[in-house]
């Protein structure tokens, strides 16, 4: 399938992040949800490499902001609870938009668990907002 121009800087950052990793890639462009929780969102991915399960989160921002970790531990939380099997990591890569940018960079979350107890917060806090009315 051709690449259009637009897409070539992230597909072939990808790549060069891939050659790096080398990671087993087995899903991608997963729905998880939590029926405990009562949420959902869209994975870009799942990988072993060493032994170990890894969520991926794909982006292609101008940068890595702390409120992504949120997300991804929340995708980590949905993708354990529909498997069974929590992953041992959970990383962010991003990836280029044009030409003569960084080729990518890629960071893994440093703590997951806490992670996802202020995505729930957050969680919360919204549902909470939502119910809040005046009368």
Known sequence: MPISDDMKPSV??????????????????????SAHYRFAGSEDGVARHRGK??????????????EMALQLAAYWEADGEMTGEWADEAWVIRFPKKEGDEPFEAKQLANIEGSWQTFYAALELWRGLKITQFV
């Open 12 to 33: 072939d950052a990808f790549w060069s992040w891939y050659a790096v990793e080398e990671m087993d890639i087995e899903v991608q462009e997963r729905m998880v949800y």
């Open 53 to 66: 399960k890894i969520i991926l989160d794909w982006k292609t921002s101008a940068g890595i902001y702390p």
